[in-house]
């Protein structure tokens, strides 16, 4: 279970940057650090030959699945809902690619929601996922690092969806998780993983 309310108040502190006095306008800690820091350093460390070829975080992708939302569309609303406040983004409703008739699930009905992030709306929400909703999750000891899918792309689950503090707590009708995918220009996972560390992704250690 999350651990209430411990998000609120008081900025987060990633690089040496209080979230809480960032410029709205500016560019985000992460995206920042990354121009600043860490470009440089995935170039030292591989060695590329043109910038070009530094990996980068490309997009973020939400998936939160409503499985029972073929018993109850009422809680599709719902999670659609609690996505657009998590991510600042309309979803985008997910359906099903058949039939199943064990589950009652016909083709082309609901049975999820997806937000794709990108730019600095992506940035935005990598700095609220690493600073504030991560280091909610009660009893947290890190990420696995071997969540990559060979493509330098990482994606992990969230069991609970009220780590995000723009979720009501006592307003929830349902706790639900969500996948969510780090998309890179990395080749490979090796430099997906250094690209992640260098960001300060809370891998397991």
């Given at each position: 279970?999350?651990?209430?309310?411990?998000?609120?108040?008081?900025?987060?502190?990633?690089?040496?940057?209080?979230?809480?006095?960032?410029?709205?306008?500016?560019?985000?800690?992460?995206?920042?650090?990354?121009?600043?820091?860490?470009?440089s350093?995935?170039?030292?460390?591989?060695?590329?030959?043109?910038?070009?070829?530094?990996?980068?975080?490309?997009?973020?992708?939400?998936?939160?699945?409503?499985?029972?939302?073929?018993?109850?569309?009422?809680?599709?609303?719902?999670?659609?809902?609690?996505?657009?406040?998590?991510?600042?983004?309309?979803?985008?409703?997910?359906?099903?690619?058949?039939?199943?008739?064990?589950?009652?699930?016909?083709?082309?009905?609901?049975?999820?929601?997806?937000?794709t992030?990108?730019?600095?709306?992506?940035?935005?929400?990598?700095?609220?996922?690493?600073?504030?909703?991560?280091?909610?999750?009660?009893?947290?000891?890190?990420?696995?690092?071997?969540?990559?899918?060979?493509?330098?792309?990482?994606?992990?689950?969230?069991?609970?969806?009220?780590?995000?503090?723009?979720?009501?707590?006592?307003?929830?009708?349902?706790v639900?998780?969500?996948?969510?995918?780090?998309?890179?220009?990395?080749?490979?996972?090796?430099?997906?993983?250094?690209?992640?560390?260098?960001?300060?992704?809370?891998?397991?250690?």
């Amino acid at each position: 279970m999350a651990k209430k309310n411990d998000a609120e108040g008081g900025g987060k502190k990633k690089g040496g940057v209080d979230i809480g006095t960032i410029d709205p306008g500016a560019p985000s800690p992460s995206q920042a650090y990354y121009k600043d820091k860490v470009a440089s350093q995935l170039a030292d460390r591989f060695q590329y030959k043109s910038p070009m070829q530094i990996p980068k975080l490309l997009k973020i992708v939400v998936n939160m699945g409503v499985g029972d939302a073929v018993a109850n569309s009422k809680l599709l609303d719902s999670a659609v809902d609690e996505l657009a406040l998590i991510t600042g983004q309309k979803p985008s409703i997910r359906r099903a690619k058949k039939s199943i008739a064990t589950f009652k699930l016909r083709e082309g009905q609901p049975i999820g929601a997806k937000v794709t992030l990108r730019g600095a709306r992506m940035w935005e929400f990598f700095d609220r996922l690493t600073m504030v909703a991560i280091p909610r999750i009660r009893d947290f000891r890190g990420l696995p690092s071997r969540s990559f899918d060979g493509r330098g792309n990482y994606t992990f689950g969230l069991k609970e969806q009220v780590v995000f503090p723009e979720i009501d707590y006592d307003k929830v009708e349902k706790v639900r998780g969500m996948d969510i995918t780090l998309v890179t220009s990395a080749p490979t996972d090796e430099e997906g993983l250094e690209l992640l560390k260098a960001l300060n992704w809370p891998f397991r250690k």
